[in-house]
């Protein structure tokens, strides 16, 4: 049994390429190529440069000295919010930007919903010398000014979206929208494992310098390459996957996944979607979607732009259902005190998602000697308005 994608793009019975006629022919192109391109010596040279000299890599692994008093084990911090742009987003934009120019795309399309990704998107953009579109919910344009800023100022074109409650499901409608209507030119950017087959497989493979570079920095910390217990926040998924990925099929590694509980998981107002959701399509494939009877996509609500999603990427649907991963829910408020705690014990503001991750913490039990490494996805500043409203 593998946790990972098989050759028609499911996961157990998730994933898959649930797509409009009109994308078959550059969806199909894409599965035949994204694996011969990210295996090509070429690419992975050019990739790994950039994520050392332009992203910053390796990410360090930081032992939380204070943290770990607090919790009783030994935590390890996988500091991701120190790459360039401040997330994981930026590993995943670069070598999708370099897949689309092996594939002659000059114009780029990307959703984004905390806009860490289209800022990211963006900056690979300006890098490699590409039309940049951005579809962003107009909530998140509003509750996420800065990044608007950022991206208008690396070059790209920011469209606000009107439909929906107006976040990152709706900026994601869209984006699908304009890649239908401009397949053979534009390349679209997906910024989680969530998407058509390959998006999801793709997207896994490009974050999994994540769990890459854990193995050896915690064999320099501790002596032995796997930990006890990996965390992660998931909206979509991708961080947690670049986490995981080279300790899927490691069973002495327990994997705890936290998603967004918004006011509770027995609310209207949540986005646990993988606690709430029922099998059905969203974005291309077949996985956990908040829906009603209808089958009506229920609008999802998380104080979190980037976990506020109706869906969940399809490998961490069966996660979930195989029994793999632990899935838990962390509410608003939670993830608030989380990063009020991390802030004052490490001196680290973390971003408003990997606080879910961070809040998930005290819904655990530890043994003293239990490694555990968290991944810290994204740094606060985007959140300060949003943290300082809440203090209390
Ligand atoms: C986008 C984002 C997330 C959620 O996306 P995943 O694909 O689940 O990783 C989490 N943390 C930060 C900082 C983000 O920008």
């Given at each position: ?49 950039l994520?050392?000299?332009?992203a ?88 996420q ?27 994601t ?77 490691d ?17 209207c107002m ?84 990997s ?15 239990d ?22």
């Amino acid at each position: 049994m593998t946790y990972n994608v098989d050759q028609l793009g499911f996961y157990g019975t998730y994933g898959g390429a649930y797509i409009p006629e009109i994308l078959h022919q550059c969806v199909q192109d894409l599965q035949e190529a994204y694996l011969p391109i990210i295996e090509d010596p070429e690419f992975q040279k050019d990739f790994r440069t950039l994520l050392r000299d332009y992203a910053g890599r390796p990410s360090p692994l930081y032992y939380a000295h204070r943290l770990s008093d607090r919790y009783g084990c030994k935590i390890y911090l996988k500091r991701e919010d120190l790459n360039h742009t401040g997330a994981h987003k930026i590993n995943n934009a670069l070598g999708q930007a370099l897949i689309a120019r092996r594939l002659g795309k000059k114009r780029i399309i990307a959703e984004t919903g905390a806009g860490q990704h289209g800022v990211a998107t963006a900056t690979v953009c300006a890098l490699l010398g590409m039309e940049c579109v951005v579809y962003m919910g107009k909530t998140d344009v509003e509750r996420q000014h800065l990044n608007v800023e950022r991206m208008k100022m690396l070059g790209a074109k920011v469209v606000p979206v009107t439909s929906g409650n107006m976040t990152l499901k709706d900026g994601t409608n869209e984006a699908i929208r304009d890649w239908c209507c401009h397949p053979a030119d534009s390349y679209y950017i997906i910024g989680s494992t969530v998407g058509p087959h390959p998006y999801p497989d793709m997207v896994a493979r490009l974050q999994s310098v994540i769990s890459e570079e854990i193995k050896w920095q915690l064999q320099e910390h501790e002596g032995r390459d796997y930990p006890d217990v990996l965390m992660a926040c998931v909206g979509g998924g991708s961080n947690a996957a670049g986490t995981i990925y080279h300790y899927l099929n490691d069973p002495r590694v327990r994997i705890i996944l936290a998603e967004a509980g918004g006011k509770g998981i027995d609310t209207c107002m949540t986005a646990a979607t993988i606690q709430r959701g029922k099998p059905g399509i969203i974005h291309g494939s077949k996985t956990l979607v908040m829906q009603d009877e209808d089958g009506q996509i229920q609008e999802p609500y998380s104080i979190s732009a980037g976990l506020d999603y109706p869906g969940i990427g399809p490998m961490h649907a069966n996660l979930a259902k195989t029994g793999r991963a632990t899935i838990l829910a962390v509410n608003d408020d939670e993830a608030i005190r989380a990063a009020y705690e991390l802030t004052l014990l490490e001196g680290i503001i973390p971003a408003l998602e990997s606080a879910h991750a961070l809040g998930a913490l005290e819904k655990m039990q530890f043994k003293p000697d239990d490694v555990v490494v968290l991944t810290v996805s994204g740094r606060g500043d985007k959140d300060i308005e949003t943290y300082l409203r809440f203090k209390d």
